[in-house]
């Protein structure tokens, strides 16, 4: 099953858009199919019972894998060749050591931090972060003795420096560890960002025993922001949204060093959160076209940033490191970013009324939650995805009651800029 992974012709270097029809899989071990067939299989064959002993012993941890030696399979909760096929190369555009596929983004996020934490420790994370990553943060680790703290994103140097330093005092009371520094970047829906090179250089200060920096890059990832590359230990995805792109699936990853990663893949064998042989076989047809989609959504939503600019029915369009930003948040753009992306928030005229009468109105724009797909999509957070937010909280984050959220897709740009004009404009 396993084919080549050769990233090279000669001395060039194959990039990422050339190796997803191809890498590590070999056609003529499936029938020469050019594409890698479904194993919807739950378990595998053993030649021998020698084997099947050989299997389990590295994947329990009994003995240390020989240099060249891979996992046999063995069971589709443990492995199976679509989702390692599909690892391999997810793991080649944030040149990470290692990825895994997870059911769900949410499956990522939580199997990684059940792995990494434990009753007495702290996690610092950056608010606005995603719904359900606040609600497994503040209400469900406590359960377990893990304690969270909600930290602005964006946060000067000094005060993300001078507020690690009280959670990690804190931490050593509750005779654990400031174990996680949990980063979302850029912030749902504001779009502000958090640096993530100035927080790996920070951590540094905390020595060996320093705490995991994850960044969850689900907004701009893996085109247009390299977290790993910036000195970030783990990669978190919702891969239901722009790698995944058809708005058809649901699956997450985690990616980082071969050592985090393992023991990540131990809670994700017992918790069973790992991703299916079909889901898995939908991403690799995903990943073939992940470039050319994010591409083209981000050059449309340029031009559709350009057009809501100068709406007199529009008070600001919100893109990472765009007009109205502070000279800090363009900063860390110039340095952290390769793009701006495609889902914008825009803080229109008038209250949610007004906002309601955009939605109601849009027609080429679904009126759902969700982005990163094909279709694009446009949304309000104040009344959906952060409505549980006190309005205090919503006032400290900006979520405020005129922001509309717009995920770009990859129809004609002029199409959509037709349809939020009709929707902007008069009966
Ligand atoms: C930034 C971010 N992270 C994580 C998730 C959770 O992913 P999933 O819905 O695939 O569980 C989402 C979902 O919207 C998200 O937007």
């Known amino acids: 099953m ?24 070999d056609p003529f071990l499936s029938e020469g199919a050019i594409k890698p067939p479904i194993f919807q299989t739950s378990t ?28 046999g399979l063995i069971y589709s909760r443990i492995n199976n060749p679509n989702l390692e096929i599909l690892e391999d190369r997810l793991a080649l555009w944030d040149e990470a050591e290692r990825a895994l596929v997870f059911s769900t983004g949410m499956a990522a996020i939580s199997t990684t931090v059940l792995a990494l934490c434990r009753p007495g420790d702290v996690i610092a994370y950056t608010a606005p972060a995603y719904g359900g990553t606040e609600y497994l943060f503040d209400r469900i680790l406590p359960r377990y003795g893990v304690r969270a703290h909600a930290l602005p994103a964006g946060l000067a140097e000094a005060e993300f420096k ?24 850029p912030a749902n829906p504001t779009n502000e960002l958090t640096d993530i090179a100035g927080l790996a250089e920070l951590l540094k200060g905390f020595g060996p025993e320093r705490p995991v920096l994850a960044v969850d890059n689900t907004f701009l990832g893996p085109l247009w922001q390299k977290p790993l590359s910036l000195g970030a230990d783990l990669v978190l995805y919702s891969l239901t ?21 393992a023991r990540v893949a131990e809670m994700r064998t017992i918790c069973g959160t790992v991703s299916d042989a079909h889901t898995a076989w939908l991403l690799l047809r995903s990943l073939e076209t992940l470039q050319i989609r994010m591409e083209r959504s981000a050059e449309s939503a340029k031009k559709i940033v350009a057009w809501l600019e100068s709406h007199p029915k529009v008070e600001r369009v919100l893109v990472p490191g765009g007009k109205g930003c502070s000279e800090r948040q363009r ?28 939605l109601n109105r849009l027609q080429l724009f679904k009126l ?37 959220r717009l995920s770009v897709g990859v129809e004609n740009a002029d199409d959509l800029i037709a349809d939020l004009e009709h929707a902007l404009g008069e009966d």
């Open 241 to 261: 949204k722009y790698v995944g792109g058809h708005s058809d699936l649901i699956a997450g990853a985690a990616l980082g060093s071969a050592e985090l990663i």
């Open 368 to 404: 759902a939650v969700s982005l990163g797909g094909t279709e694009s999509l446009v949304s309000h957070p104040s009344s959906t995805t952060h409505s549980d937010y006190t309005p205090q909280t919503k006032a400290r984050f900006g979520i405020a009651e005129n922001l509309i």
């Open 2 to 25: 396993k084919g080549s992974k050769k990233r090279t012709i000669g001395s060039h270097q194959l990039r990422p858009e050339s190796l997803m029809m191809s890498y590590g899989y």
């Open 162 to 185: 001078a507020a690690l330093g009280e959670l990690a005092k804190e931490a050593g009371e509750r005779g654990g560890r400031l174990a996680m520094v949990y980063v979302e970047t």
């Open 331 to 358: 900063e860390i753009y110039a340095r952290q970013c390769l793009g701006a992306g495609s889902t914008l928030g825009v803080l229109l005229k008038g209250g949610e009324k007004d906002a309601f009468r955009v």
């Open 44 to 71: 595998f064959v053993f030649r021998s019972a020698e084997d099947g002993k050989r299997f389990f012993e590295v994947a329990y941890g009994l003995r240390e894998r020989e240099p060249d030696e891979a996992l």
